[in-house]
């Protein structure tokens, strides 16, 4: 269709929504109609900030972006309906980065530390933390000396400015004080499916998640804690006019 020329990404969604929301054999109906999400205002905006981000990208270092790649996705955060996909630059050839794409998430992780932390009831937003060099014990017996991306270290300071800077040192310290069994434990209610390892480096986002797992995490923050799957379609009615039964969405206050 027109439409699978135009958004070739979100049509790659919806078509994998359809096969695990709905019944097979009432997919195979003729004269379906699927009400999607999207929103068209807000794809265009999406491509265009994709290509000027490229485009500013190149320009300040040339040839070296030459096989750059991204995709984006944008979210109502009130219902999880997905309003806008990039998945990726150039012609889709139907690997679909904003779904597919498996990449280190490094910052990313870190609210999940700050909130395992507020919900113990032992810090609160100006809590102290100490932003000193930390050094730790790896697995493999060797020193790991976590550095802020700066470079510097910014002594002690409120638990908010730790996370709004994102310093490192600091949110290990938090981090390993409120043990990543527990950080594990607030990533999987905020929606993190994958199994994740129990090791200090979580802590600074060492563990590859796919862009629309990421934004399911994020999604329940923003909903004020309840998580909704982020979803591409509304409804789909048969040729009679009558909703499709589809298997129920789970929202949950977590």
């Not at 070739?8 to 019944?23: C, G, N």
Request: glycine share 8%; net charge positive.
């Amino acid at each position: 269709t027109a439409a699978s020329m135009v958004y070739p990404a979100f049509l790659d969604l919806v078509k994998r929504q359809l096969k695990t929301e709905y019944k097979e054999e009432d997919l195979a109906s003729e004269g379906l109609r699927v009400f999607t999400t999207l929103d068209p205002r807000v794809q265009n905006a999406a491509d265009a900030a994709f290509d000027a981000s490229l485009a500013r990208l190149h320009k300040t270092y040339g040839k070296r972006m030459d096989g750059l790649q991204g995709a984006v996705l944008v979210s109502n955060p009130e219902n999880g309906e997905l309003l806008a996909i990039v998945g990726g630059r150039g012609t889709f050839t139907g690997y679909n980065r904003a779904l597919d794409a498996d990449r280190q998430i490094g910052s990313l992780i870190k609210p999940a530390a700050y909130l395992t932390a507020l919900e113990s009831g032992m810090y609160t937003l100006v809590t102290p933390l100490d932003d000193g060099p930390v050094q730790l014990l790896s697995q493999s017996g060797k020193i790991w000396e976590p550095k802020n991306y700066d470079q510097q270290d910014h002594g002690v300071v409120p638990l908010y400015s730790a996370l709004a800077h994102s310093y490192n040192q600091a949110t290990i310290r938090l981090g390993m004080t409120v043990g990543v069994p527990a950080v594990i434990n607030t990533l999987k209610r905020l929606g993190v499916k994958q199994k994740l390892a129990n090791y200090p480096s979580l802590l600074l986002g060492a563990v590859n998640m796919r862009p629309i797992e990421v934004l399911t995490l994020y999604q329940t923050l923003a909903a004020g804690g309840f998580r909704t799957p982020p979803r591409s379609i509304r409804e789909v009615m048969d040729s009679q006019g009558k909703p499709l039964k589809r298997y129920g969405l789970d929202v949950q206050q977590v």
